[in-house]
């Protein structure tokens, strides 16, 4: 164990936090780390569809995976280098169909094989995304709330089969699987009727939900949004929509930190869905000034979240994935940055005398909980992070970089010389 270390813990333990104790705490959490961070939200679907729905992925760093072993290559260096278990986040367009046209309601779980075969490998749960946008069913900016039959059966219908191929991620891999549902639908200017399309969607939904899964192998998550590009004026999912739906069908709300008002913190939401809801769901993303999906960073939000879920013992009842999705930086190092910062502000937070806090504010002594929460912040917590990352296997915060470029040169930049020359 290094001087630092020691010198750090010290710190720490005058304020009665066991650094061991927080350790055990933080290695129990598992991410969700989300596969699109690796090629761009392309997906591996035999045929290309353009991206929409009002997410957008700028940059053209070179590099990108361009199929699934290179995505799944790419991961394996990404987790490699980040603290802990984690699980992987795909979404229905990352189905390997062997070259063979199939539509997305047409899917079964023998299209997503490879990711299975490759998880058991690994150790890790898979979770899953039915994707209800880049594609031509989804053109009109409605799917699951179009006022066609055929256009909302057709996504019903995906959807169902979605659920399906996470039950069998389950039951491969002896843990349950996530599907979180968002779907893009909304209008860019006023409605003319907000109510009917939210009805049909509250339809929809309890379609696709009908068929019964063991909550030990499935379970739901309903995404809401405030507003996209070009679902500027209405989005049919709201939160309230969805709040209230997870609520009387025993769903999980899945809170995205970019879907709300820029001023509005999901930290501050949390307490209150905590208390009304057994689990709940987190896309932790990074909006700036608008639902942008920037990697995320250890800023005061991510730390501000995290405070709350360690305070509130909630670690066990939250379902924490990620979600952004940058190009204009080496993609494997964009997933270790934001993943890595996920379980530092875990650990940070694990490291917070709470007991202490909680008992100023109930005394009233607000100068004294403001001048700690101060303090805290230039604890040496740099320090007790590399002693973790070290125990757990993985490169400190000084080394993984070159870990990382070493790879880019070796592999990823060598895709795109075969593409110049192909
Ligand atoms: C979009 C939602 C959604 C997507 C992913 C790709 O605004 O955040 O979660 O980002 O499903
Ligand atoms: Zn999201």
């Known amino acids: 164990m290094s001087m630092r270390f020691e010198n750090a813990k010290e710190v720490y333990e005058q304020w009665g936090i066991d650094i061991e104790e927080a350790f055990t705490k933080v290695r129990r959490v598992s991410i969700s780390v989300h596969c699109w961070q690796g090629d761009d939200l392309k997906g591996t679907e035999a045929v290309q569809n353009e991206l929409s729905g009002g997410i957008e992925v700028t940059g053209n760093y070179p590099g990108r995976a361009r199929?699934?072993?290179?995505?799944?290559?790419?991961?394996?260096?990404?987790?490699?280098?980040i603290p802990g278990k984690h699980r992987v986040n795909l979404h229905a367009m990352y189905a390997e169909t062997n070259?063979?046209?199939?539509?997305?309601?047409?899917?079964?779980?023998?299209?997503?094989?490879?990711?299975?075969?490759?998880?058991?490998?690994?150790?890790?749960?898979?979770?899953?995304?039915?994707?209800?946008?880049?594609?031509?069913?989804?053109?009109?900016?409605?799917?699951?709330?179009?006022?066609?039959?055929?256009?909302?059966?057709?996504?019903?219908?995906?959807?169902?089969?979605?659920?399906?191929?996470?039950a069998y991620f389950a039951e491969e891999l002896g843990t349950a699987s996530l599907v979180n549902l968002w779907v893009p639908d909304g209008f860019k200017d006023t409605p003319s009727d907000r109510l009917t399309p939210r009805k049909r969607l509250k339809e929809s939904l309890d379609e696709i939900y009908?068929?019964?899964?063991?909550?030990?192998?499935?379970?739901?998550?309903?995404?809401?949004?405030?507003?996209?590009?070009?679902?500027?004026?209405?989005?049919?999912g709201s939160h309230e929509f969805y709040m209230n739906y997870a609520n009387q069908s025993g769903k999980l709300c899945l809170l995205d930190t970019?879907?709300?008002?820029?001023?509005?913190?999901?930290?501050?939401?949390?307490?209150?869905?905590?208390?009304?809801?057994?689990?709940?769901?987190?896309?932790v993303s990074r909006p700036v000034r608008w639902d942008s999906d920037h990697v995320v960073t250890f800023d005061d939000e991510l730390r501000e979240i995290t405070t709350e879920l360690v305070r509130n013992n909630a670690l066990e009842r939250v379902n924490i994935g990620l979600d952004f999705f940058d190009a204009s930086i080496n993609r494997v190092a964009a997933w270790v940055i934001g993943t890595r910062n996920m379980k530092k502000a875990l650990l940070y937070?694990?490291?917070?005398?709470?007991?202490?806090?909680?008992?100023?504010?109930?005394?009233?002594?607000?100068t004294s909980r403001l001048a700690l929460q101060e303090q805290i912040k230039t604890f040496p917590f740099g320090d007790i992070w590399d002693e973790y990352c070290k125990r757990m296997g993985v490169?400190?915060?000084?080394?993984?970089?070159?870990?990382?470029?070493?790879?880019?040169?070796?592999?990823?930049?060598?895709?795109?010389?075969?593409?110049?020359?192909?």
């Open 349 to 366: 937070a694990a490291l917070i005398p709470h007991n202490y806090l909680k008992e100023l504010q109930d005394r009233g002594d607000f």
């Open 210 to 236: 009908a068929e019964e899964f063991d909550p030990k192998y499935v379970i739901d998550a309903v995404e809401s949004k405030l507003f996209g590009i070009g679902s500027e004026a209405y989005v049919v």
């Open 67 to 81: 199929d699934g072993n290179e995505l799944r290559a790419d991961l394996e260096k990404a987790l490699s280098l």
């Open 99 to 166: 070259g063979e046209f199939v539509e997305r309601d047409q899917l079964k779980p023998e299209h997503f094989r490879k990711w299975v075969d490759w998880a058991k490998k690994l150790g890790i749960g898979l979770d899953f995304n039915p994707t209800v946008f880049g594609h031509p069913m989804a053109a009109d900016g409605l799917t699951l709330a179009h006022p066609k039959d055929e256009i909302r059966k057709f996504w019903i219908n995906h959807c169902k089969a979605s659920r399906r191929i996470a």
């Open 258 to 283: 970019g879907h709300f008002h820029p001023t509005e913190m999901v930290s501050n939401k949390l307490s209150a869905m905590l208390l009304f809801h057994s689990r709940v769901a987190l896309h």
């Open 395 to 422: 490169a400190t915060e000084n080394e993984w970089l070159d870990v990382v470029q070493q790879y880019e040169k070796d592999v990823q930049f060598k895709r795109e010389d075969e593409k110049v020359g192909s």
